[in-house]
């Protein structure tokens, strides 16, 4: 089973064989597909069995839960590309791309 802890500036993720050290401002977004959640971060991708929700509840106010599968550090955020007149693209740090719903657009790109 996973465990996942935050730290002042890390999250510490506790798998069966494995610790993770993952830097808050490294972590680029959270991805929710099937049954596991990709955590990409700069240098690493760390695959954990845990819910969006639990994660996003640990998480500092730059990581914006934009869509049902994903989760967005705003500060990865280099630009948004509209797919239709209610979904965007967001583009972000090392060609990692994610999705935002239009009733989020403004909690991401607050500063």
Same mark, same amino acid.
């Given at each position: 089973?996973?465990?996942?802890?935050k730290?002042?500036?890390?999250?510490?993720? /506790?798998?069966?064989?494995?610790? /993770?050290?993952?830097?808050?401002?490294?972590?680029?977004? =959270?991805?929710k597909?099937?049954?596991?959640? /990709?955590?990409y971060?700069?240098?690493?991708? %760390?695959?954990? !069995?845990?819910?969006?929700?639990s994660?996003?509840?640990?998480?500092?106010?730059?990581?914006i !839960?934009?869509?049902?599968? /994903? =989760?967005?550090?705003?500060?990865?955020?280099? !630009?948004l590309? !509209?797919?239709?007149?209610? %979904?965007?693209?967001?583009f972000?740090?090392?060609?990692?791309?994610?999705? %935002?719903?239009?009733?989020?657009?403004?909690?991401?790109?607050?500063?």
């Amino acid at each position: 089973m996973t465990h996942i802890i935050k730290e002042t500036d890390h999250l510490i993720i /506790f798998k069966q064989i494995e610790i /993770f050290k993952l830097k808050l401002q490294q972590i680029i977004l =959270i991805e929710k597909l099937d049954e596991y959640t /990709f955590i990409y971060s700069i240098d690493q991708t %760390v695959k954990v !069995r845990k819910s969006l929700k639990s994660i996003e509840s640990i998480l500092p106010s730059n990581f914006i !839960r934009t869509n049902q599968s /994903f =989760i967005i550090n705003k500060n990865h955020l280099l !630009r948004l590309e !509209r797919l239709n007149s209610n %979904v965007y693209k967001a583009f972000l740090t090392n060609s990692k791309q994610g999705i %935002v719903n239009k009733n989020i657009l403004n909690n991401l790109l607050n500063c």
